[in-house]
């Protein structure tokens, strides 16, 4: 007789427990917090939803391609743009409308990168990033260092120091103080010849060897070399490349080491800069006057200042 009963007296407490779980306080709010986490995405019948959809493709910008440019030879690409159409509307849900400030951008790489390219001078970053690079080239003038170093600090600027092997010998600590002030060092050969005149041996001296140099000091291999005078050929470009390095000319040049009076030094500058201008300037009484004054008119055009490694990079600022 008691058999009988068993399974319902079974039955009964399962059903307990089961309300118990059911009614728990944590169980509920577990429940709760699992709908807040869930993500709205998922809803793509919704309205906004499409609307975002529809919308994407008037704010996309193509990737651009690395080119060898009729003029400036060597020139970086730029990264496209296409709108994250999910994480727009995750933001966009909280509003309930569409507002082009609450797009989400996720960039798209070009098909041909620089490293692509065949050996080539590099005169100037992509024309439509908003960045200047301050390129410093350095075999005289150390005198002036610690103040443009400290300007630079100021202003919270990075650059790019084109140092020459022979002055690195002689003044270890100054090549010590750009690096640590977060500075890009670059090679600018080892004595200041004119690369144009001297033979395919010695232009791989004088590039090795300054390597060699800046290597110890800083334990990093230059990637970037700047010819002096900007004084270049075919073969000073190819020995280069075949170093892993590329060479690096200039968009605008201060003519600092004329000595002009800051004011006339910051004119010229200005008035043929555009984005992704390499700026060619020296430790010089010039550019130690003038530099502070030059940055923050730079950056009154809503440039940018950064290394050639950042410039010549393909992400986009905005």
């Not at 990093?220 to 590329?246: I, Y």
């Amino acid at each position: 007789m008691m058999r009988r009963f068993v399974p319902i007296v079974v039955f009964v407490c399962m059903l307990l427990v089961s309300y118990k779980a059911f009614e728990n306080p944590y169980s509920s709010s577990y429940l709760t917090s699992m709908k807040d986490q869930a993500t709205p995405v998922a809803n793509t019948e919704d309205a906004l939803y499409k609307e975002i959809e529809e919308k994407a493709r008037e704010y996309e910008k193509p990737a651009e391609d690395a080119v060898i440019h009729d003029v400036w030879k060597k020139m970086p690409g730029l990264n496209g743009l296409e709108v994250d159409i999910d994480k727009s509307y995750k933001k966009m849900k909280k509003k309930g409308k569409f507002e082009e400030s609450l797009l989400v951008y996720k960039q798209t790489k070009p098909e041909v990168s620089l490293n692509d390219l065949p050996a080539a001078p590099i005169f100037r970053g992509h024309p439509d990033k908003e960045m200047v690079s301050l390129n410093i080239n350095v075999s005289w003038g150390e005198e002036y260092i610690p103040d443009i170093l400290n300007i630079l600090k100021k202003n919270k600027v990075k650059a790019t120091f084109f140092i020459e092997g022979k002055w690195a010998n002689k003044n270890v600590d100054l090549v010590e103080m750009i690096q640590e002030e977060g500075h890009e060092i670059g090679n600018h050969a080892y004595n200041h010849p004119d690369m144009s005149k001297i033979s395919k041996d010695e232009i791989q001296k004088q590039i090795k060897q300054t390597n060699d140099i800046l290597q110890a000091i800083t334990g990093e291999k230059p990637k970037w070399f700047a010819p002096p005078s900007g004084s270049w050929t075919d073969e000073v470009v190819e020995q280069a490349d075949l170093l892993g390095m590329e060479t690096i000319l200039w968009t605008v040049d201060t003519i600092d080491w004329k000595k002009p009076a800051p004011e006339v030094m910051i004119r010229r500058v200005m008035s043929k800069l555009e984005g992704g201008s390499f700026v060619l300037m020296h430790p010089t009484t010039s550019v130690q006057n003038g530099l502070n004054d030059l940055i923050l008119k730079i950056k009154q055009k809503d440039y940018t200042i950064d290394t050639v490694t950042k410039m010549l990079d393909e992400k986009r600022l905005k």
